[in-house]
């Protein structure tokens, strides 16, 4: 009787791991912002922080992104990271919207 319940648990465990494997792998993978979610286009959102219009945004200086901004919730080298701004999405890295603060 032992193998059976050996086997069980060999099974049961398994399939928790497998199934804590695919969340860790989903949760990385959260979604970008989009440039036109209503969010994003308040906060003068865009994805490459070449493109930002310095007409539309005065605040913009070259050389600031969201991977040197003090909310990025990456490293600097990260093409992606978490911002509080966007709860559950990501920015890019070379991004940029105009409640960018600079990294201390």
Do not use: H
Request: proline share 4%; glycine share 10%.
């Amino acid at each position: 009787m032992t193998k059976p319940t050996n086997r069980r648990v060999f099974m049961m465990q398994t399939i928790s791991v497998a199934g804590v494997a695919a969340f860790a792998t989903t949760a990385a993978q959260a979604a970008m912002v989009d440039e036109k979610d209503p969010q994003a286009a308040g906060l003068g959102y865009k994805a490459d922080a070449t493109k930002v219009d310095k007409a539309k945004q005065p605040k913009y200086a070259a050389g600031q992104q969201c991977s040197n901004c003090a909310l990025f919730q990456g490293k600097a080298a990260d093409a992606a990271g978490g911002c509080p701004l966007f709860a559950g999405k990501q920015v890019a890295g070379k991004g940029w919207c105009s409640a960018y603060a600079k990294k201390a």
